[in-house]
């Protein structure tokens, strides 16, 4: 099955710098690319997605970018608040068959006042 | 939030024990999955359903099965728990427009915590 890669498992950041979370994939067939941002005692939460027509978007403070051709995709945080401090997974879709997603092992964000 | 709820959302049950978990939506969405969430290995699909009485596998579904009578409940059990089902169980709901593009984002429910000694 498809496998994906997510690093690193932490980090920790002080407030106001940026954080970036890498995924990397082998399959090509793969073209939808969301995060979910899960606090403590939740389910996951999308917060951000990318369909694989797309390079980069961008919500405010966070933006999605993608590399098709070398198989990564990254989470960017600007100007980190103690909020955004949770467990961040990528994961994987497509628009055929089952529909699921796969997910990355999760990168736990700690950002320090 | 998605109208999602799954019931319980806490069990501690004994090895050899039949469970069932409850999945409960109010969107109307055709897909519902099931996934299990443990360290280190973020969230894995168990079943998922494309429609009422439509299911069928994802990667860890040994000792798992699943039922869906109707459009609403997805429904998980585990025939006879062990220890290694100690988990916490999501479930996710979606749907797909035309041509099966992702109209809908996958919406997750808060999830149970099931203990098995």
């Known amino acids: 099955g498809e496998n994906v890669e997510q690093h690193p498992s932490t980090l920790s950041v002080q407030e106001g710098d940026s954080a970036v979370i890498k995924c990397t994939y082998s399959?090509?067939?793969?073209?939808?690319f969301p995060w979910y941002k899960q606090e403590l005692g939740k389910g996951p939460q999308l917060i951000i997605d990318i369909r694989s027509n797309v390079g980069e978007k961008k919500d405010q403070r966070i933006a999605v970018t993608l590399n098709k051709t070398a198989k990564h995709f990254s989470l960017h945080i600007t100007e980190t608040q103690p909020e955004d401090s949770a467990v961040y997974f990528c994961a994987l879709g497509e628009d055929t068959g089952r529909r699921a997603l796969t997910f990355g092992s999760g990168t736990r964000l700690q950002v320090q006042p | 939030d998605a109208g999602i709820t799954q019931s319980p959302r806490h069990k501690v049950t004994e090895t050899g024990t039949p469970v069932t978990l409850r999945c409960h939506q109010t969107e109307n969405h055709r897909y519902m999955y099931w996934y299990r969430q443990d360290p280190g290995h973020g969230l894995r699909l168990i079943h998922y359903s494309y429609g009422v009485k439509d299911t069928d596998k994802g990667e860890v579904s040994d000792g798992y099965s699943v039922s869906r009578s109707k459009t609403e409940d997805f429904l998980l059990t585990l025939e006879s728990a062990t220890s290694s089902q100690t988990s916490v169980y999501f479930c996710?709901?979606?749907?797909f427009g035309s041509g099966g593009a992702m109209r809908y984002e996958q919406y997750f429910g808060p999830g149970t915590r099931l203990t098995v000694t």
């Open positions: 399959d090509s067939a793969s073209n939808y």
């Open positions: 996710a709901i979606s749907e």
